[in-house]
Structure formats: structure tokens, C-alpha cells
């Protein structure tokens, strides 16, 4: 017959009356509900408040660490339940003692990385409860404390994200504020092919929030994942939030080029709000139909969107270039326009690489050049180095063109006149693994070499 926790000192946990435990003989990880609920579970669950001293939870994991990650029969560890029900003290005090504990030997990971990913029988994590039951102090020490981790879905589809934003409560918006600022990879997903900006766009309000880096709002995500109905709910709802626009000054219909999805283009352009940002320039002066021009040379299905009829109303970029100069420009001029348009397809959006797979990354042009090829020819320091943060993409660092140069032989030519490139340089300086061009020169060679020899390896 099993025996379950004792009566007597259930009631004591419930109360947070650490008496009866002080000397007690049998280990306290053994002390269990018939739910298998630890006496944190039974003592965080029965809190009508946060708790206003967190000494039971302290004394109680000195005296048995392995409490601290021990799951009850659903999986929910005592984070799980400290975050569903607001206790944010004690939240804090997990994570501070999870801390504390030697790194995983292998992965490196730490055990408080680890006990914030845990997930429950339905794949929920301790941010996934915290977003549905509106803990906003909770959501913003999790997110702040691991805020690399993409929480993917639980088993019903459900991300925080869209938890939070299919949620009601006056706690609504701090929390999807929280996830937005603090995660640096968010999943919108949701269930039944929904996502979070599907839910989001029932409530105007949360169409104006943008991402704090990059200044992505709701509408650029849906653009850029081509989910044309969330864009016609929330420009239904919230017709001003078309006027917003990202840190580099491109609108939603923008994004929709980047997507390369000729039909939502096309759908795009039957809604008035968005058919009117088409001449509505970046911060480069190019209106989407300058990048449009460029995709025309490459894939054919866009040469049915582009034309040259009132050509005049999209103006010069910057460069005191039309679409028509674009279209008909030399290839160094159109593959300059490429890199604009993949570095947004692989830094943009997350998801558009989980939906292309690896697979993808090994695409090149007519000269070879892959992706980071094309990051670098950005001249963005910050751009190559978020790439080389993707797995995938890190992969392609020593890939070699059709003149045999790696990613790191462009830099090399880079780092003479742009300065910023330097330290990305010495980063990577062990020229040797990238071997040599088909002009036998080294990384080394080229950025030590004459001047001659830099203008004609130099890729812009």
C-alpha cells in the first residue's frame, strides 16, 4: 500500500510552517501527495497571495536541494507553480538558488537555464503559465533572465506570446510588452493555424507595439510570414498602424516583397491602407517597387508584378536610382539590392528560416556567393555578426565562391577602408582555415597586401 504525505504535515506546508520538518528523519523529497506533489507544491499552491517572506522556500531547499526541480506527476516543477499563481519573490529566489548549482558538464547549460525550460506533461513552461494566468512581474523575470530561448508551443499550439494576447486582464499589455522587449527571438505561433497576431489584432491597442531593437510591429511580422488575413484584421481595426514603420524605415509592404510571395503581394495591393504605402520610400529611398526590380532579374513570377507603367510616381532612391535604372542596371547593382532583400528574408524573421530549412542556406548566386557572402557586401558589422548567431548560417563562414574566397576574404579587403571591420577581422583571424582563392592569396595576404591586389578582390 502506498503511503502519502502525512495529514499533520500537509497542513504544516500549506502554511509554510517549517516546524514540523526542522527535524525530520525520512528525506523531505519522499514526503508526496497522491498527485506527487513535493511539500513546495502543496505549500505554493495554498499561498492566497504572494507570500510576504520566501524563508520557507529557502530552509526547505537547504535542507533538500533536489526539490528544487522535482516534478509532480503533471511535470510541474515548484517554478511552474510560483509562476502561475504570482509569486514573483519566489520566482526569483528559484532562479537565485538554481544559480548556485555546477553547470552541466557537457552542455555548458546552466541549471537555472535548465529549471526555466522545463516543460509540464502539456509542454508548458514556467513563462507559459505566468502569461496565462497575467503575472506580468513574473513574465518580465523570466524573459529578462533567459531571453535567447524561443518559447516554442505547448501541445495545444499555444506560445506565450499568444497566450497573452488571446488573454484578458489589466495585466494584458505589461505582459505582451514583457515578452516583446525582453525575448530577442519571439514565436507568434498559436493553435489551428492562428497566431498571436490574429489574437492581438481583436484589441487595437497592441497593433502599435513594436520590437525594441529592430521596431517590428504585428503587421511587419504578419508580412513578412505572407499571413495576408491577420494583415487585413489588424489594418481593419487599427487602419493608422500602416504609417508604422521598422529601424530601417520599411513599411508592411515592404516586408511583403521580402516574403517573396507574388499572391499576397497582389492581395495586398486590393486593400487601400496598404496599396498606398507602394510609393512610400525607406530610409534609403527605395520604395518597395525598387526592390522589386531587382527580385524581377532573378525569379520570373515577380516580372508578372513589375512594370514600368507610371514608373514615375516611385521617384529616385538615394542613389538617384528609378526602377527602371534597377531593372536595367549591371549585375553588381542588382546583386547589391539582393543583399538588402536575403539579409531581411534570414535575419527578419525567424521563422522564415524554421519554414525554408537548413537546405536553404546552401542557395548561391551566379558568382557563388551564399548569404553571409551577402552579409558582409552589406557593409553591416552588426548584421553579419546576428547571422553568425544562426547555426546554419554560421556554418557558411569558410563556403568559398566561384573565385575561391570565403566570407572572411571579402572582410579582409573590407577592414583597409572600413574601419568597423577590423575587429571582426582580428576576431576571426586564423586566415589559414579558409585556405586560399583561386589567386592564392590568403585572408592574410589580402589584408596585408597592396593596393592593386585589394581593389580587385574587394566584392562592392
Not at 519522499?30 to 529557502?58: A, M, R, W
Not at 506527476?73 to 529566489?93: D, F, I, M, Q, W
Request: hydrophobic fraction near 40%.
Amino acid at each position: 500500500m502506498t503511503t502519502y504525505m502525512d495529514p499533520v504535515l500537509f497542513k504544516a506546508a500549506a502554511e509554510g510552517d517549517i516546524g514540523p520538518f526542522e527535524n525530520y528523519q525520512t528525506r523531505l523529497d519522499q514526503l508526496l501527495t497522491p498527485d506527487e506533489n513535493t511539500i513546495l507544491h502543496v505549500y505554493l499552491g495554498n499561498q492566497s497571495s504572494e507570500p510576504e517572506s520566501t524563508d520557507f522556500v529557502v530552509i526547505i531547499l537547504e535542507k533538500c536541494p533536489p526539490l528544487l526541480l522535482q516534478a509532480n506527476k503533471k511535470g510541474e516543477t515548484p517554478l511552474h507553480l510560483a509562476a502561475r499563481y504570482g509569486h514573483s519573490n519566489v520566482v526569483s529566489v528559484l532562479i537565485d538558488l538554481a544559480k548556485g548549482l555546477p553547470s552541466d558538464a557537457e552542455s555548458g547549460e546552466t541549471e537555472a537555464k535548465k529549471m526555466l525550460r522545463i516543460t509540464n506533461e502539456e509542454q508548458d513552461t514556467a513563462l507559459h503559465e505566468a502569461a496565462r494566468n497575467m503575472r506580468s512581474q513574473v513574465v518580465e523575470i523570466l524573459t529578462k533572465e533567459d531571453p535567447e530561448l524561443s518559447y516554442s508551443a505547448n501541445v495545444h499550439g499555444e506560445t506565450p506570446l499568444y497566450i497573452a494576447a488571446s488573454s484578458w486582464g489589466q495585466e494584458r499589455g505589461k505582459v505582451i510588452d514583457e515578452i516583446l522587449a525582453n525575448c530577442i527571438s519571439v514565436d507568434y505561433g498559436g493553435p489551428n493555424g492562428r497566431t498571436a497576431l490574429h489574437a492581438a489584432s481583436a484589441v487595437g491597442d497592441y497593433a502599435y507595439i513594436a520590437e525594441t531593437e529592430k521596431k517590428r510591429t504585428a503587421l511587419h511580422i504578419a508580412a513578412i510570414q505572407g499571413h495576408v488575413n491577420a494583415m487585413k484584421e489588424i489594418v481593419s481595426r487599427c487602419p493608422d498602424c500602416c504609417e508604422l514603420v521598422d529601424n530601417r524605415g520599411w513599411n508592411a509592404l515592404h516586408y511583403v516583397v521580402a516574403s517573396k510571395r507574388t499572391e499576397v503581394f497582389k492581395e495586398c495591393l486590393r486593400i487601400p491602407l496598404l496599396d498606398k504605402l507602394k510609393t512610400k520610400k525607406d530610409d534609403n529611398g527605395n520604395t518597395p517597387f525598387h526592390l522589386i526590380a531587382a527580385l524581377a532579374h532573378e525569379l520570373d513570377n515577380w516580372l508578372l508584378v513589375f512594370r514600368f507603367k507610371g514608373e514615375g510616381i516611385y521617384g529616385l532612391n538615394k542613389q538617384k536610382l528609378s526602377i527602371k535604372d534597377i531593372y536595367n542596371g549591371d549585375l553588381a547593382e542588382i546583386q547589391c539590392w539582393w543583399i538588402t532583400i536575403m539579409l531581411v528574408a534570414v535575419l527578419g524573421s525567424a521563422a522564415v528560416i524554421a519554414d525554408s530549412g537548413e537546405a536553404c542556406c546552401e542557395l548561391v548566386d551566379n558568382r557563388g556567393w551564399n548569404a553571409l557572402h551577402y552579409a558582409v557586401a552589406s557593409k553591416d558589422t552588426k548584421a553579419f555578426e546576428e547571422c553568425l548567431e544562426i547555426p546554419e548560417l554560421a556554418r557558411l563562414e569558410t563556403k568559398k565562391d566561384d573565385k575561391g574566397n570565403a566570407p572572411v576574404h571579402l572582410i579582409a579587403a573590407l577592414a583597409h577602408e572600413h574601419k568597423q571591420w577590423r575587429p571582426v577581422l582580428y576576431e576571426y583571424s586564423e586566415g589559414e582555415m579558409y585556405g586560399l582563392n583561386k589567386r592564392k592569396l590568403s585572408v592574410n595576404d589580402i589584408y596585408f597586401g597592396n593596393l592593386a591586389e585589394i581593389q580587385v578582390i574587394n566584392p562592392l
